[in-house]
């Protein structure tokens, strides 16, 4: 309390002295501008170093799944690694919280240990040969890097800003969409070009550098609003409201990390080629960075807790209403513009939210519950979605069979005679079997001695035998399975590919006219039987 003593002197010369106090609700009230703006570019170069960052798991999880890095690892495993990232980033705000006020050096010391754990995240899984080397560095290390990072810098615009609090907090979390789309399209062709292990290194170093720049420039107001750094605060479980937040912390969550992680796999899905399910991405984090400031302007405007109430509702219903029955690419585009404004929602309005319901001096108390809530959610979110997703799984094949399809289109060949007979696909599990270990799996082929009615020796040149085609009771689903069509219908392993495929005994007319030119029809014809035909005899395709 500052007190300042002014003597004045009235008209008839008697003295007298006027006490004014500077209360403390007078002192840390924000600024609402000023150094709050320095403050805004470091939390949103925090944003795009740090959640931008980790955005783009999806890139390295397509490209671990595709080249099968990890021969022990299965998608799940990969699923749970881009989870951790942000469960172990809120498992950390307890200590984080604690960690604040216990040090001189208030919100810095723990901001300078998560970039050293970032870095280190991303160099060490360089090095990463087994499955739980990749645990351990791309996703706890990391996650705890972006824990110690993100987590300071989440109250501190609230301390600057109140009028303009929630503009502040959207244009700041715009940064993660801003960083998700640099990411993305930077460590693709990183990989294509310089390897794997340098385009983690890169990704380190870089957002690293940039975390320190962003740290040594922001400041807290903590001296001043003097919050209560209480990790578990349990009376603010009692109250109805808090509840509430929490409750909307989770769900968020639940679906926030199902949509980022999915839409690339989604967009496969439907029959998009690679290029196109790149675009998907990089539109859903474009959105993401255009539209968390307006959910800011409108929050400001319209009232916090009602805005994010409203949009998150906007959000769900937008699933229902567009996602669910997308199956081109427009309206994919569609919703990833749409859904992508509205996505972050949260992260744009929880703070806001949390300083409206119980005041500057709780919220980190708040934060860090909410954070813990969601600890779940993150983690699962992924793995639940790929569970869901495996009764569907035809629709992947289907789908990879027309993209085939259209390739062999493409160059002008083709064989007329599309069908089930003569899809070939890789399943990794499978590949680099040995052919005795192959026919444990499919079983012994079914052979019949071919022979002449008449007795007379076969031709020269006439296979002794006849094989039946190879096929297995139970569907082997992979989501990395990699579907192809073949001239001939004819398996074999991998490395072992005959010279010349025979040509099927059952082809018919038109599909034994050969032209000058190729017809793409004949192919679409059996193609569209084809795509009839297998939910007929399989129940769990649409």
Known sequence: MDTNIHELTSGEGIAFTEEIISSPTQASSPPDGGFG????????????????????????????????????????????????????????????????PSTPFGIHLP?????????????????????????????????????????????????????????ANGISAAGSGIGGLIFSFMVRPA?????????????????G?????ATMVIRSRNHIVQPKQHPFDRKLLRRYDVLLVLAWAFMSMLGYITLLFSMSNFASSIGLDESQAATVTALLNLGTALGRPFIGVISDRLGRVETAGFITLICAVSVFAIWIPAKSYGVTILFVIINGAILGVFWVTIGPVSAEIVGLQELPSLLSLAWLVTVLPTTFSEVIALELKRPNSGREFLSEMWVSIKVKSADSSGNNHISGSNLGFTCPSLAHLPENELFDILGTPVTEVLARVDGQPLEPGVPKQLVKKAFWDNWIDEDDEDIRLIDFGEAFTQGSSPDRLAQPPDMRAPETIFMDHFDCRLDLWRAGITVRWFPLIHEDMP
């Open 37 to 100: 703006w320095v403050c805004v570019a470091a939390c949103f170069t925090i944003n795009c170093f740090t959640w931008g960052v980790v955005s783009s798991y999806g890139v390295f999880l397509g490209y671990y799944l595709k080249n099968n890095i990890y021969p022990d690892a299965t998608p799940i495993d990969f699923a749970f690694i881009g989870g951790l990232n942000f469960s172990t980033a809120m498992i950390a705000s307890p200590l984080v919280t604690v960690l604040v």
């Open 111 to 167: 901001m300078l240990i998560g970039i050293c754990f970032q870095t280190a995240g991303f160099v060490t899984a360089s090095f990463a040969n087994q499955i739980w080397h990749l645990y351990l560095t791309q996703g706890i290390l990391v996650g705890l890097g972006v824990g110690f990072t993100y987590i300071p810098s989440i109250a501190i615009l609230s301390q600057w800003f109140h009028k303009k609090r929630s503009l």
């Open 191 to 207: 990989i294509a070009n310089i390897s794997l292990a340098w385009s983690l290194r890169i990704t380190g170093i870089v957002s």
């Open 209 to 213: 550098f940039m975390n320190l720049l």
